[in-house]
C-alpha cells in the first residue's frame, strides 16, 4: 500500500460533498469520495426518499458518477458520515465497490487503510458467473 497517499483531501472531499446529502428522514447526511485509475476524483452523497429501503446510499452515487463519466477502476475510497467520520460502507455497498474496483482498491476505514480483499474477504464477482 502506497503511504504517500494524501488521505486527508480525499477525505475532506468526502466531508464537503456529505453536506449535500439529501436525508431528510434519517438525519444521517453520508459523503464518498474516491479516486479512479485515471485520476478522476468521484464522489457522492446519499439520497434518501420516503420509501426508505430505495434510498441511495453514497457509494452508488459514486459508482454511477464513474460509469457515467466514461468508467476505469478505482484505486482509493474514503466514505464519512455528516459529522466528519470516516465510516465503514455497508454490505451492499462493499459488493458495488468491489464490483468497481476488485481486491486492489484501497478504503480509509476505521481501522486504517485496507484493500478490499480484507474488507470483503471471497467476495462474489463477475469471475464467478463463469464457473
Keep these: 500500500m502506497a503511504d504517500d497517499f494524501d488521505w486527508p483531501a480525499l477525505t475532506?472531499?468526502?466531508r464537503r460533498i456529505s453536506?449535500?446529502?439529501?436525508?431528510?428522514?434519517?438525519?444521517?447526511?453520508?459523503?464518498?469520495?474516491?479516486l479512479a485509475d485515471d485520476g478522476r476524483l468521484l464522489t457522492g452523497c446519499n439520497v434518501e426518499?420516503?420509501?426508505?429501503?430505495?434510498?441511495?446510499c453514497a457509494e452508488c452515487g459514486l459508482v454511477s458518477s464513474l460509469v457515467a463519466t466514461?468508467?476505469?477502476r478505482l484505486t482509493h475510497f474514503v466514505c464519512v458520515n455528516g459529522?466528519?467520520?470516516v465510516i465503514m460502507p455497508c454490505g451492499?455497498?462493499?459488493q458495488l465497490l468491489f464490483e468497481h474496483g476488485g481486491n486492489e482498491l484501497l478504503l480509509l476505514t476505521v481501522r486504517?487503510?485496507?484493500?478490499?480483499?480484507?474488507?470483503?474477504?471471497?467476495?462474489?464477482?463477475p469471475d464467478d458467473l463463469t464457473r
Design 12 to 14: 475532506d472531499e468526502a
Design 49 to 56: 426518499n420516503a420509501a426508505y429501503g430505495v434510498t441511495l
Design 112 to 125: 486504517g487503510v485496507r484493500p478490499m480483499s480484507e474488507v470483503l474477504p471471497d467476495a462474489f464477482g
Design 19 to 34: 453536506r449535500n446529502a439529501y436525508a431528510p428522514y434519517s438525519h444521517y447526511p453520508v459523503g464518498a469520495a474516491a
Design 83 to 85: 459529522a466528519g467520520e
Design 70 to 72: 466514461g468508467g476505469g
Design 92 to 94: 451492499r455497498c462493499r
